[in-house]
């Protein structure tokens, strides 16, 4: 079992910034790679950026320049910085981990934090 709890959502006007956490625990030998994602109202789940255990990162087109996924080294958090941020930015935001492990999938998710952008 992995537990990630994500913390730092809020209310901020357009064009500030926030900074999410998201602390993973329990087996988190098998994580290589962990993502943000988020839903806003009335929409679909979307992928807003991921980063593996070497650093690699992904971002979602509509995020790129603004956010910045990081993951230090041999800490079991990895945080979402978003800068210049929009109304439709507004969502709640999770952290997600999804691995292989002896064969067997498995996809953990974090309980969500609500992050809303004010005009």
């Known amino acids: 079992q992995v537990q990630l709890v994500e913390s730092g959502g809020g209310l901020v006007q357009a064009g500030g910034s926030l900074r999410l956490s998201c602390a993973a625990s329990g087996s988190i030998f098998s994580i290589n790679v962990m993502a943000w994602y988020r839903r806003a109202p009335g929409k679909q789940r979307e992928l807003v950026a991921r980063i593996s255990s070497g650093g690699s990162t992904n971002y979602a087109d509509f995020v790129k320049g603004r956010f910045t996924i990081s993951r230090p080294i041999a800490k079991n958090t990895v945080y979402l910085q978003m800068n210049s941020l929009k109304p439709e930015d507004t969502a709640v935001y999770y952290c997600?981990?999804?691995?292989?492990?002896?064969?067997?999938?498995?996809?953990?998710w974090g309980q969500g934090t609500q992050v809303t952008v004010s005009s």
């Open positions: 997600n981990t999804a691995f292989v492990r002896a064969g067997s999938p498995y996809d953990y």
